[in-house]
């Protein structure tokens, strides 16, 4: 079927499921240490979940993203990925996950068993300590045991980092020669304003346009068509053949190619990243909608997708451009 077009004439075709806000880990950008989690009432079960991506898969999605929180925390959630799985066909053509990875070894040969074949893995550095303090309490072994777990079992990984001033700008360059190493590639993130956390926002934010300046005086960064369906500008690495990837919602503003919705594990669609605007599915759901409609739902919040997101960092009062924190809706 042909793909929904948003009132921008953009066809959006890749939907972004957050499973669960829960976490094994506590990053400084992404969550408040003390977080009240939601209580198991208010999730939709994985049931619901495959039932609302099934009408995307309908309206024309052809790549979904189970993201969290930390998806492969969440109880049964393989039971999702099996479903998901079986799926897959010529018009659904992508089921992958984003992961802080300390669950990947446990689930690495399952998820490819599935039809899994691609995860991005978050590690925002490489240095054991830093690891620690950035997560607030991980340990930096099981991150890297579930990278080489998933790489082992098939899978292709890409690796998601943060980039925080002060805090890990001066890791790329050894990380990049990592990742050059063990064949995997690399994305770096703007660190983007949402929900209240510990430290100052503008003293955290980089701009990616230094980070890849300062990457040039060692690596040939070389342009490339490639695309993941995401919003990263991709360049191949002339010394290692591998890409790296720079995200970068503050410093360009992507929002004129967006293709992409976001669920949350509650039911709520969020239609853009960077706007509170949202259509609430569980009620749907659970009102006994039929297939046609929940189709008809779907179609009329996608008609509200805006034109773009308004992510500003306010350096006079350090409030977030949007209250909920990334764990809820899943990046």
């Known amino acids: 079927m042909s793909p929904i077009i948003d009132p921008f004439g953009r066809a959006i075709t890749y939907l972004r499921v957050s499973v669960t806000d829960r976490c094994d ?12 989690f939601l209580p ?18 309908r309206l024309g999605t052809t790549k979904i993203r189970l993201t969290g929180g930390e998806p492969l925390v969440r109880r049964d959630v393989m039971t999702l990925v099996r479903a998901l799985g079986a799926r897959l066909g010529d018009d659904f053509r992508e089921l992958t996950l984003t992961t802080n990875g300390t669950q990947l070894s446990r689930h690495a040969e399952d998820l490819a068993a599935a039809g899994v074949r691609r995860v991005n893995v978050s590690l925002d550095t490489l240095d054991p300590q830093k690891f620690s303090a950035m997560t607030r309490w991980g340990k930096i072994e099981k991150t890297l045991d579930g990278i080489f777990a998933a790489k082992a079992a098939g899978l292709a990984v890409k690796i998601n980092a943060v980039a925080m001033k002060g805090v890990n700008e001066d ?20 660190t983007m304003p ?6 100052d926002r503008a003293d955290q934010y980089l701009p990616l346009s230094m980070v890849r300046s300062r990457l040039r005086q060692r690596w040939t960064l070389q342009d ?17 053949g591998r890409r790296i990837g720079f995200i970068t919602p503050m ?3 992507f ?16 239609m853009c990243l960077g706007q509170d605007d949202s259509a609430d599915f569980r009620h749907v759901l659970r ?27 306010d350096r006079r009062h350090d409030r977030p451009a949007v209250s909920r924190h990334m764990s809820v809706t899943g990046g």
């Open 224 to 240: 490339t068509d490639y695309r993941t369906g995401g919003p990263a500008r991709y360049y191949t690495v002339a010394e290692t």
């Open 171 to 190: 890791d790329f360059d050894g990380m990049l020669a990592w990742c050059g190493e063990h064949g995997l590639d690399l994305c770096l993130i703007e």
């Open 40 to 57: 198991k009432a208010e999730i939709l079960s994985l049931e619901e979940l495959d039932r609302l991506c099934a009408a995307f898969i």
């Open 251 to 253: 410093t360009h503003n």
């Open 194 to 199: 949402m929900g209240e956390i510990a430290g």
């Open 255 to 270: 929002c004129e190619s967006c293709n992409r919705v976001r669920l949350t594990c509650t039911g709520t669609l969020y």
């Open 25 to 36: 880990l506590r990053c400084v950008y992404c969550m408040a240490e003390d977080m009240t």
């Open 287 to 313: 009102g006994g909608a039929s297939d046609d409609q929940l189709d008809d739902a779907v179609v009329a919040a996608i008609a509200r997708k805006p034109k773009g997101h308004d992510f500003i960092i």
